[in-house]
């Protein structure tokens, strides 16, 4: 029987991205936990990513209805997986663009807080590797509509479950995870 690509991803994510410890940790929220995700583990190695790329595409975009131009979020953790998924799209025959938000704008240069071709871009989905409290996402969500592009939809590798996914929807945008932290507490 073949491993499903979210199966291999379940294991890889397991296997490296997944760390439990007595002590916590802190996250980039400023909370903490003793369940760590780590989903650098998966989006910084090329066949891992590839396979992410590959699933998302198949298996998670498709239940969010609607087209997008664009696919993009707040550096670093959204980086690889928008870059991973407009490669994804090419060999699919579809443009998607692959958009950077900065943290803030850059204070050089044009001062942009987006990089990429966005100025055309009337729709983007936002990603991110793991949500907790939205922030985050959020922050690239506010960036994105403030340059005048529509994003009401997001994805991302996990979901820690602890509001990020309902502070996204109080915003008016529709987030889908690939995994749930649930998933990995036995």
Known sequence: MQTSLHDQLFQWMKTYAYRYSETAFRLASGMESHHYFNCKELTLHPE??????????????????????????????????????????????????????????????????????????????VVDDVITTGGSTLKAVAALREAGIEVTKGICVLDREEGGKEALEKQGIRMVSLFKKAEFIV
Request: hydrophobic share 40%.
């Open 48 to 125: 891992r990513l590839s396979a992410l790329a590959d699933c998302m595409v198949e298996e998670l975009i498709p239940k969010l209805i609607g087209d997008f131009q664009a696919v993009g979020g707040l550096t670093l953790g959204a980086d690889p997986i928008a870059y991973a998924l407009s490669l994804a799209y090419q060999k699919k025959g579809k443009l998607i663009y692959p958009l950077v938000v900065r943290k803030e704008a850059k204070g050089h240069g044009t001062g942009q807080q987006i990089e990429g071709f966005w100025k055309d871009i009337k729709s983007c989905l």
